[in-house]
């Protein structure tokens, strides 16, 4: 499920789950427990990376719809705990965004602290209202965060997507490159960063990132389980299933 890959000091955890790099429970707790440790195995920054084309199609739908309720209470306890992670990591994270990146596959790098997107025919946004789900507050701050409160209204209350060229335009990426060289540009990144006085970079960094680290503080208790529960509202199972007959799959057995 994932690949872990050593640049200097720089860690690259790369998704791994084809075909899409979708994000199941097990996937979710083991990405949380790789940032984590990071820190600890001497690692000075982090690189989060996908496969060629293809970033992470977001939460695994198909196979989600086959959780029961404790299960579904569990994955979003753990998406939450994988957003707390990469927020409050003491060292930096790029976002190597390698291909299409919908829905959770945008989420994750609205996290870290620099989002370097491949510039091609791919496409990357907020789609969940478009699937039946509401975008959680937790979430829809770090977008605001990024984009600034008219077009974080716009991307989320109409599920849209966006091409690199218009989520770099609009501040939701912060570069862009060639498929071949994103992963190369991350790195760059994380090593010009690396370069600067370790002390007053990390006092400054983490300074800076207040803001984004207590919209996944402990008062998200209440909303985390809203989230949960909203899971089961008729109205989102609807649109969920009616995603994956579109998508031509069926609602995973377990």
């Not at 507050?137 to 690199?164: K, T, W």
């Not at 060289?181 to 800076?208: K, Q």
């Not at 984004?212 to 008729?234: F, K, M, Y």
């Amino acid at each position: 499920m994932l690949l872990f890959l050593d640049h200097g000091p720089v860690r690259e955890i790369r998704l791994n789950r084809p075909p899409a790099n979708a994000l199941s429970l097990e996937l979710i707790i083991a990405l949380r427990e790789a940032v984590e440790s990071a820190p600890h195995n001497s690692s000075r920054a982090l690189l989060l990376s996908g496969t060629p084309g293809r970033f992470s199609g977001g939460l695994d739908v198909p196979l989600l719809l086959s959780y029961d309720r404790p299960t579904i209470g569990k994955l979003w306890h753990e998406f939450y705990a994988l957003l707390k992670a990469l927020a409050s990591s003491p060292i930096p994270i790029a976002a190597a965004i390698t291909g299409h990146a919908p829905a959770g596959g945008t989420v994750l790098p609205l996290f870290c602290d620099t989002r370097i997107m491949a510039d091609g025919d791919f496409k990357i946004g907020l789609n969940e209202v478009q699937v039946g789900l509401a975008l959680p507050p937790v979430i829809l701050a770090a977008l605001r965060r990024l984009v600034g409160p008219r077009q974080a209204e716009r991307l989320a209350v109409g599920g849209i997507l966006i091409s690199p060229q218009q989520a770099l335009a609009v501040g939701l990426v912060d570069a862009l490159a060639p498929t071949s060289e994103v992963v190369d540009r991350a790195i760059h990144w994380c090593e010009t960063l690396l370069a600067l006085p370790a002390e007053a970079m990390s006092v400054t960094r983490r300074e800076a990132r207040k803001d984004l680290v207590a919209c996944v503080g402990p008062n998200t208790e209440a909303e985390l389980q809203g989230v949960a529960e909203s899971w089961w509202s008729p109205e989102t199972q609807s649109a969920l299933h009616a995603l994956t007959e579109k998508l031509g799959k069926k609602p995973a057995s377990r």
